[in-house]
């Protein structure tokens, strides 16, 4: 069954570096996600993605945060400058075309900021 | 803001007996809920959803039942099974952005 696939799973970064995270998404999947899980706390949105440019954003998602699609395969979540408050869970999901169609998840990555 | 809320943070149940995980939301304007299932160190696993036209949805052992009145609704598991033990999350589509939701989880655990 396809599936999402993120990569690392485990990323530790040094307070103010930049840091990438990396999804792929299933590959005729129309629409591209990103959520975070701080330890304890809910799942919550950061951002959406849909033909090349982001369809939505919360006020998590500040200048610091950016999203990319470089190629057909990859969705890349850059934050630009790490604050420890940026260590958590994030995950990647994407989904069909149809609304009423399910998000798939990865397993996410689990950064660390030190 | 709570807008989606799972008040039971737990709940144990015996090995083929039913687990009943309830959901509750705010807006009635959400039109597609989902459950999903995790387990630790994994991301959320889709397990069943319903659309607000109907108030029952079933897959195999998994059933979800919606009540637009009464904004509520539940994920039945019978039998329940050791391998049911995870925490469960209901989401919440909203029908402007397509972002989900998500309340905070309730953790089942199925004993033998």
């Known amino acids: 069954e396809p599936e999402v696939t993120q990569t690392p799973s485990h990323q530790v970064t040094q307070m103010g570096q930049e840091v990438i995270l990396r999804c792929v998404p299933i590959s005729n999947h129309l629409y591209f996600y990103w959520y975070r899980q701080i330890l304890g706390q809910k799942v919550e949105f950061l951002v959406s993605?849909?033909?090349?440019?982001?369809?939505?954003k919360s006020e998590i998602f500040d200048d610091q945060f950016s999203v990319e699609r470089p190629d057909g395969s990859n969705f890349t979540l850059k934050i630009r400058s790490t604050k420890l408050e940026d260590s958590a869970m994030y995950f990647c999901?994407?989904?069909?075309?149809?609304?009423?169609?399910?998000?798939?998840f990865g397993d996410g990555t689990r950064l660390s900021i030190l | 803001d709570q807008q989606v809320k799972q008040n039971s943070p737990s709940l144990s149940v015996q090995e083929g007996r039913i687990s009943i995980l309830n959901c509750d939301y705010t807006n009635s304007m959400f039109d597609y809920f989902l459950w999903y299932k995790k387990y630790p160190a994994e991301g959320p696993t889709f397990l069943i959803s319903i659309s607000s036209i109907k108030d029952k949805n079933e897959d195999g052992r998994f059933t979800v039942f919606l009540n637009k009145s009464a904004k509520h609704l539940s994920l039945h598991i019978v039998p329940s099974q050791p391998g049911d033990s995870a925490v469960y999350f209901c989401?919440?589509?909203?029908?402007?952005?397509?972002?989900?939701?998500f309340g905070t989880g309730t953790r089942l655990q199925v004993f033998p």
């Open positions: 993605f849909y033909n090349n440019e982001i369809s939505e």
């Open positions: 989401a919440a589509s909203d029908p402007n952005t397509d972002k989900l939701i």
């Open positions: 999901a994407s989904k069909g075309w149809d609304r009423n169609q399910p998000q798939h």
